[in-house]
């Protein structure tokens, strides 16, 4: 399967900056990547689909001025969380599509704490 | 429109002993079922994957499901738990693109 790499693994800032999550496809070229929030003791929830080249499609509810997407390459897909606030704390993580079409590989987290 | 529903938000067991984790599932389509393992502050571990083969699918760590269409579950078992076991487990359904998540289940281990 794809290995896939976040960075940071955790971040801490103060609420009105701004963070960016990186999120790599070590071994595999990524058209599609997406990108999941996980709150404390909860599942999964989908945030929004990346896609090489083109707009990020987002999820009814997630604000895509406040979450922005960008995935320049094959190989690297970026959230930036603007104006962060301390209820955008979470655990982020994002994933690639295998060969199958429905087959993800996920990478492993980055918990951001905003003060 | 896929759904999953886990039955069990916590399962303790013994060391040793059999773990069982329920999960079922809603799909307009015929799905595709997996389970991920998820440790603490970790991303997520395939366990195993239903992809219309084989009814019964072994997955890693010596974790198995069974994909059963008219009881719509996937229940995922394991005759001997481990204390590495203890984690959190999501089964998930995807019938397109994109995947549906389960509410989770921890696993607890007692030694």
């Known amino acids: 399967g794809a290995v896939v790499s976040q960075h940071p693994s955790w971040v801490i800032c103060k609420s009105g900056t701004s963070v960016k999550i990186e999120c790599r496809s070590l071994?595999?070229?990524?058209?599609?990547m997406f990108w999941y929030r996980q709150f404390p003791k909860q599942s999964l929830m989908l945030m929004a689909t990346?896609?090489?080249?083109?707009?990020?499609?987002?999820e009814q509810g997630v604000e895509k001025d406040k979450f922005l997407i960008n995935h320049a390459s094959l190989t690297l897909s970026t959230l930036t969380v603007t104006s962060a606030h301390p209820e955008d704390s979470s655990f982020y993580i994002c994933?690639?599509?295998?060969?199958?079409?429905?087959?993800?590989?996920f990478g492993p987290g980055t918990r951001l704490t905003v003060l | 429109a896929q759904s999953v529903t886990q039955l069990d938000s916590h399962v303790s067991v013994s060391e040793g002993t059999p773990v069982l984790l329920r999960c079922n599932y809603s799909?307009?389509?015929?799905?595709?079922l997996f389970w991920y393992v998820q440790h603490p502050n970790k991303g997520l571990q395939l366990l195993l994957k239903?992809?219309?083969?084989?009814?019964l699918v072994k997955g890693i760590n010596g974790f198995e499901a069974e994909f059963k269409k008219s009881e719509t579950s996937f229940h995922l078992t394991k005759p001997s738990a481990h204390m590495s076991d203890a984690a959190e487990y999501f089964c998930?359904?995807?019938?397109?693109?994109?995947?549906?998540f389960g509410a989770g289940t921890t696993v607890t281990v007692r030694a």
């Open positions: 994933s690639v599509t295998g060969t199958t079409y429905n087959e993800q590989f």
């Open positions: 071994d595999f070229q990524a058209t599609t």
């Open positions: 990346s896609n090489e080249g083109s707009k990020a499609t987002y």
């Open positions: 799909s307009s389509y015929s799905p595709s």
């Open positions: 239903y992809t219309s083969a084989a009814t």
């Open positions: 998930v359904v995807s019938d397109d693109y994109k995947l549906s």
